[in-house]
């Protein structure tokens, strides 16, 4: 059984009422407490692998390189055979291409041998002079500069010794990870199963897009914009569509969400109108709540809790909230769950390159774009009149600038947090 990452347990002593505003660090670390991990793992081929969570520790079988060689073409010389006057004239006695050797090559005195890139260093030579840094004169080369022991050769196991650990547990396999397997021989792997996630929007004004409208219809940005949030491959996505604002029709799409979720993601009707049944039909079904209200801006109306075996995340219904918060908070309750190592924060320190006022007591989120570079540090402009109805305008942002909740405003020119969106 592979080793699971553990979250911190939640301490019912100190959990939040659900009329509690809790910062955002508290809300996450709740939700990540209660992100039980899944340990379901199935074998993937190599070729099927980017972008799924290893299961199992990748070890080098051997020292890698496996043997000395050539990093370039050219001729392998003995450095210490070598004449000090330039240029010096050198017999060619044979030539190595990079493939299966079979013996074992070797130099003769006073002599070179061509070698190509990726070809194993003969017996005797200890040094490769790059081909444009000699001169071919029919079976001999005349070198024009002085060559030192070590040049342009790749030592046997100067990248990991065997047995080193290369890749851990809960890595999200990339091109490289997958080229390091490749490189130790492995055909396939071991990953967890893709983490099972059942999502639906809510809303009786919604209306996909296709449709007919009519006045006081929108189309669903939301389900799109959830859907897009959700597209990992470790992600399987269980689309239920939209919902009605109506608790019978809420409490049998939880029900059925519940029947097969790791994690259960609602959009909207989880504020205190007249039509948010959401947490209603989510409690009369037999869930629990963690967390009812989050001090973020945009975004205050957040659930994380729980129904039977899945994680529930209800997201506000305003789509610049849904995108802040998902971002914020469940992104990472989503990699826990999954079985994701933690990643370091993405956020960095950047420079203000706009005036700000706003209202203190809530940890704010401000959409943003990346100017250029100042005093080595990132330049950053607010999107004009930016707000969290506004979603072209949140399209064209590259990340947020994150603001304190005891911070009543930012001057042009102050050192800011800067949080830009992953590629």
Not at 26 to 46: C, F, K
Not at 123 to 129: K, M, N, Q, T
Not at 325 to 340: C, E, M, N, P, S
Request: aromatic letters at 4%; proline letters at 7%.
């Amino acid at each position: 059984m592979p080793t699971q990452l553990q979250a911190p347990r939640i301490d019912a002593c100190v959990a939040p009422s659900m009329e509690d505003l809790v910062s955002v660090e508290r809300a996450l670390a709740i939700g990540l407490a209660g992100a039980r991990p899944i340990v379901e793992t199935e074998r993937v081929d190599l070729c099927d692998v980017s972008g799924r969570i290893l299961a199992q520790t990748i070890r080098a079988d051997a020292p890698l390189p496996r043997f000395d060689y050539s990093a370039m073409d050219g001729y392998a010389v003995d450095t210490t055979n070598l004449s000090a006057d330039i240029p010096t004239l050198l017999k060619v006695t044979g030539s190595i291409p990079a493939r299966r050797t079979i013996g074992n090559p070797a130099l003769q005195r006073g002599c070179a041998v061509r070698i190509l890139t990726g070809a194993p260093i003969p017996a005797g030579a200890d040094a490769v002079v790059a081909q444009e840094d000699v001169r071919r004169e029919g079976d001999s080369i005349i070198l024009s500069r002085s060559t030192r022991p070590s040049d342009n050769i790749r030592r046997r196991g100067e990248d990991v010794s065997e047995g080193d650990s290369l890749i851990e547990v809960g890595t999200v396999m990339g091109p490289l990870q997958a080229g390091v397997a490749a490189t130790c021989g492995y055909p396939g792997v071991r990953v967890f199963r893709k983490l099972r996630v059942t999502m639906f929007t809510t809303g009786s004004e919604l209306r996909q897009p296709g449709e007919s409208i009519q006045p006081g219809e929108i189309y669903d940005s939301n389900r799109f914009i959830l859907r897009s949030l959700l597209g990992r491959p470790w992600i399987d996505i269980v689309d239920l569509g939209s919902c009605l604002d109506q608790p019978s029709k809420l409490r049998a799409i939880f029900q059925s969400a519940a029947a097969c979720a790791d994690v259960i993601v609602s959009a909207g009707g989880i504020s205190v109108g007249d039509e948010d049944h959401v947490v209603e039909a989510f409690q009369r079904c037999g869930g629990k709540l963690w967390v009812r209200k989050v001090a973020i801006k945009p975004g205050k109306p957040l659930v994380l809790g729980k129904l039977a075996d899945a994680t529930y995340v209800g997201l506000p219904g305003n789509p610049g909230a849904l995108f802040t918060t998902f971002k914020v908070i469940v992104d990472q309750i989503l990699a826990a769950r999954a079985g994701i190592r933690p990643e370091r924060d993405s956020e960095c320190a950047a420079i203000a390159n706009f005036n700000w006022k706003g209202r203190p007591g809530r940890t704010t989120y401000l959409p943003a774009v990346l100017l250029g570079i100042e005093n080595g540090l990132p330049l950053i402009e607010l999107l004009p009149d930016a707000n969290s109805g506004k979603l072209h305008q949140l399209s064209l942002a590259a990340g947020f600038v994150v603001v304190a909740p005891e911070v009543k405003s930012i001057e042009c020119g102050a050192q800011i947090r800067w949080r830009p969106f992953a590629r």
